[in-house]
């Protein structure tokens, strides 16, 4: 069932989840919904309090378009950087400049409670990095300086600015 996404006012996005220890039939019916909310709105990434629910569960599409599952995640490493235009469903139609891990590898626990692990790079690592941080009450934007429309972007692009906002 796709649910509503909270928007930014929204209390839930500024709390601190709770971990899963029940991996049971409620759990898997909020996977679902999860990847059915985020398969609709053409997103990469969900997390759990996006749609109200205080628990540590992420969803992520990777390169390959494939839904990863990820129960009380936990980034182990981080290597190399990257800077680049980040959005959030939870903040929709506004990007900021965020500086992030170019390389992550995240522990977390499958569906059924099982250890699962995945070290992914660009903008996958750019995702579970995202993701994490709404688990403990977190959003992008207090990473960066200044949020930019869409029109925004598209006119710097056109100017050829975009190298100098992204120095900003």
Do not use: W
């Given at each position: 069932?796709?649910?509503?996404?909270l928007?930014?006012?929204?209390?839930?996005?500024?709390?601190?989840?709770?971990?899963?220890?029940?991996?049971?039939?409620?759990?898997?019916t909020?996977?679902?919904?999860?990847?059915?909310?985020?398969?609709?709105?053409?997103?990469?990434?969900?997390?759990?309090p996006?749609?109200?629910?205080?628990?540590?569960?992420?969803?992520?599409?990777?390169?390959?378009?494939?839904?990863?599952?990820?129960?009380?995640?936990?980034?182990?490493?981080?290597?190399?950087?990257?800077?680049?235009?980040?959005?959030?469903?939870?903040?929709?139609?506004?990007?900021?400049?965020?500086k992030?891990?170019?390389?992550?590898?995240?522990?977390?626990?499958?569906?059924?409670?099982?250890?699962?692990?995945?070290?992914?790079?660009?903008?996958?690592?750019?995702?579970?990095?995202?993701?994490?941080?709404?688990?403990d009450?977190h959003?992008?934007?207090?990473?960066?300086?200044?949020?930019?429309?869409?029109?925004?972007?598209?006119?710097?692009?056109?100017?050829?600015?975009?190298?100098?906002?992204?120095?900003?």
């Amino acid at each position: 069932m796709i649910k509503t996404i909270l928007q930014k006012e929204d209390p839930a996005l500024h709390k601190v989840c709770h971990p899963i220890t029940n991996f049971d039939a409620k759990l898997h019916t909020l996977l679902k919904d999860m990847t059915d909310t985020l398969k609709d709105s053409g997103g990469l990434g969900l997390a759990a309090p996006q749609i109200g629910i205080l628990r540590r569960v992420v969803i992520v599409m990777d390169d390959d378009e494939q839904y990863l599952e990820l129960i009380n995640p936990e980034i182990v490493s981080e290597e190399g950087e990257q800077e680049g235009f980040e959005g959030c469903l939870s903040l929709a139609g506004m990007y900021g400049i965020v500086k992030r891990p170019m390389k992550v590898k995240v522990k977390a626990q499958d569906r059924y409670g099982n250890p699962v692990e995945y070290e992914r790079e660009g903008i996958t690592a750019r995702c579970f990095c995202h993701e994490t941080e709404h688990l403990d009450g977190h959003m992008y934007y207090e990473k960066c300086g200044r949020l930019f429309t869409e029109a925004e972007i598209d006119e710097m692009l056109e100017k050829g600015e975009l190298e100098e906002a992204e120095e900003e």
